[in-house]
């Protein structure tokens, strides 16, 4: 069981759809991350929120929209995506520590996401 | 940029076998975090190294983290089926980043 809750689970949208992926945690952590894993490849970081802020941005295109309304919601927003952006799309969060030192990342089980 | 490259990429094994996974960094690591990601999962915290040349054990799990830092491994000692994913170190730094993974397949 996870304490990281995703929604949906799966999710199949054409090219010109909008639609929005949903994270949630009541664990008290104040950084929540979005990460995009292809099949058979590691955890691929997109976006950080620190603090209800966002923190890193890498380089992600505009068409993935990443909102934090609260300390507890995290929201991807899609719009005109391509097949290639098909995954697994997993949230995460922690708690911020200074420094380089990290608390270790509780995941959600993902959204399974297919752009036809 | 930084890179944190596993080998092997894949090891089937038969069960009762031992397995280890290695992690080599381009860089000094402060510190190294480890994860299980079993088929159809979703990555699982099993443990961080903070100290040059540290060991620690959880069952039949021991990690090492280099004393130059730079390198680690996880080492399981007589596999079990319940063994089966992948596992990846991960860089803390500046956002977490992950190995490449080490998918273990073990046989029954």
């Known amino acids: 069981d996870t304490e990281v809750t995703q929604t949906p689970k799966h999710l199949v949208m054409g090219m010109t759809n909008k639609k929005s992926l949903k994270c949630e945690q009541h664990?008290?952590?104040?950084?929540m991350y979005w990460y995009k894993q292809k099949a058979k490849k590691p955890p691929e970081l997109m976006f950080v929120?620190?603090?209800?802020?966002?923190?890193i941005n890498e380089s992600v295109p505009s068409r993935f929209s990443p909102e934090c309304p609260n300390s507890s919601l995290l929201n991807l927003h899609l719009h005109a995506l391509q097949p290639e952006d098909s995954a697994l799309y997993l949230c995460?969060?922690?708690?911020?520590?200074?420094?380089?030192?990290?608390?270790?990342?509780?995941f959600g089980n993902g959204t399974r996401l297919t752009v036809t | 940029g930084q890179q944190v490259m596993q080998i092997p990429q894949y090891q089937h094994v038969q069960e009762g076998e031992d397995f280890t996974t290695y992690c080599n960094s381009s860089t000094t690591l402060s510190n190294i975090q480890w994860y299980k990601q079993r088929p159809g999962g979703h990555p699982v915290f099993l443990i961080q190294l903070v100290k040059s040349g540290e060991v620690k054990k959880q069952k039949r799990l021991t990690f090492q983290f280099g004393e130059a830092k730079k390198n680690s491994s996880l080492h399981i000692t007589a596999t079990q089926t319940t063994d089966v994913g992948t596992y990846f170190c991960a860089d803390p730094g500046r956002a977490l980043t992950f190995g490449s993974g080490t998918r273990l397949q073990v046989q029954p």
């Open positions: 929120y620190s603090y209800e802020k966002l923190s």
């Open positions: 664990m008290g952590h104040r950084a």
């Open positions: 995460a969060s922690s708690q911020p520590l200074p420094g380089p030192s990290r608390s270790p990342l509780h």
